[in-house]
């Protein structure tokens, strides 16, 4: 499995998971992409590790971009958004955040949450 570093994340296709690392980063991506599903992990996290197959195939499958943000490495950006457990997923539309869900979920909840700004 290839795994994206900070440098190439810019120009990573939008079918994988971008690694934000900062603000300014996802605000772009945000900015850059109509809607945008930005996945709040840790490596440590179980939960988020059963998730992560589901975020990856969102991104292959669907016409949202998918953000991953490492909470242990941007505790600044996680708590601006008010992250307090993860996994966390903030759903932005048209640069707004129009949805918050914490907690483990299963890819057919995440497709028709993401349906309903894509199509």
Not at 5 to 13: L, V
Request: hydrophobic share 40%; net charge negative.
């Amino acid at each position: 499995m290839a795994t994206d570093t900070a440098s190439d994340a810019g120009t990573a296709s939008t079918n994988e998971p971008l690694h934000v690392d900062g603000q300014s980063q996802l605000n772009d991506i945000v900015t850059e992409n109509e809607v945008v599903l930005t996945d709040f992990y840790a490596d440590w996290c179980g939960p988020c590790k059963m998730l992560e197959p589901v975020v990856e195939t969102l991104a292959a499958e669907t016409d949202a971009t998918v953000a991953k943000v490492d909470v242990d490495a941007n505790q600044q950006l996680a708590q601006s958004y008010g992250v307090r457990g993860v996994p966390t997923l903030v759903l932005f539309a048209d640069g707004e955040q129009v949805e918050e869900i914490v907690g483990m979920q299963g890819e057919e909840q995440l497709r028709s949450l993401v349906g309903r700004y894509t199509e």
